[in-house]
């Protein structure tokens, strides 16, 4: 089942002799339960794409459907209201609020649409994390692994249809590296979590299931390591 569809995304920056064409004419989808890697060189265009993805920047031209979903066709209020629910962001820098504890960093997109956390569920989310003794502890009381974990479970709490993490290891030393990986790819398959992740490490992007290349703003390469 077809989770994600990308139609002909092209994005540009500037104009005249200054325009810079970040994504060219992009198009590919992604199947419900795939985890997918997008790798290439710098300025080739991939955090670009994750943001057009995750409904962030909006494109020049193309279109971005998420479970069937044209998401540009969204006001900018609907947009939010569905990326909140509908995907999970995880960036390089965690993005917590420093007053916020670590459940309440979690459990922020639900306060933002004014639901209550599903207690078995923040449970087990803080359990598979490692966090659980440290829940009522702030950020700043937190190493730079158990950062990025939390700022993973805030991703995971609306249980989204996608999940897309843009250099999320790229803080990180090697140990808390293969953590935040292994986290990953465990959401993806005892969630059944759709995963799309930009990384400049070719071991970790190894791991997926499916590797995507992009070079000056266009897809290269996209290949399936393991079916």
Do not use: C, W
Not at 17 to 43: M, R
Not at 63 to 76: G, H, M
Request: aromatic fraction near 4%; proline fraction near 4%; avoid cysteine.
């Amino acid at each position: 089942m077809e989770i994600l569809r990308v139609e002909n995304l092209s994005k540009i920056y500037g104009s005249g002799a200054a325009q810079v064409k970040a994504l060219d004419g992009v198009s590919f989808s992604v199947k419900k339960g795939e985890f997918a890697a997008i790798v290439g060189a710098s300025g080739s265009g991939k955090s670009t794409l994750l943001h057009m993805l995750g409904g962030v920047d909006r494109p020049s031209a193309g279109k971005v459907f998420i479970e069937d979903t044209d998401i540009y066709q969204l006001d900018k209020t609907r947009l939010a209201i569905f990326r909140r629910r509908q995907v999970g962001l995880i960036y390089q820098f965690y993005n917590l609020l420093p007053i916020l504890n670590v459940e309440e960093n979690i459990t922020l997109p639900l306060l933002l649409d004014e639901r209550k956390a599903d207690p078995e569920f923040l449970s087990e989310l803080l359990a598979t994390l490692n966090l659980t003794e440290r829940a009522g502890h702030l950020p700043n009381e937190l190493s730079g692994g158990e950062q990025q974990r939390v700022s993973i479970g805030r991703a995971l709490i609306n249980r989204p249809a996608l999940v897309l993490a843009d250099e999320p290891t790229g803080n990180l030393d090697s140990k808390n590296s293969e953590e935040i990986v292994d986290l990953l790819k465990l959401s993806n398959k005892r969630y059944q979590q759709t995963l799309l992740i930009v990384t400049h490490d070719h071991k970790i992007a190894l791991q997926a299931d499916r590797l995507i290349t992009l070079a000056d703003g266009r897809i290269v390469k996209d290949e399936v390591i393991r079916p």
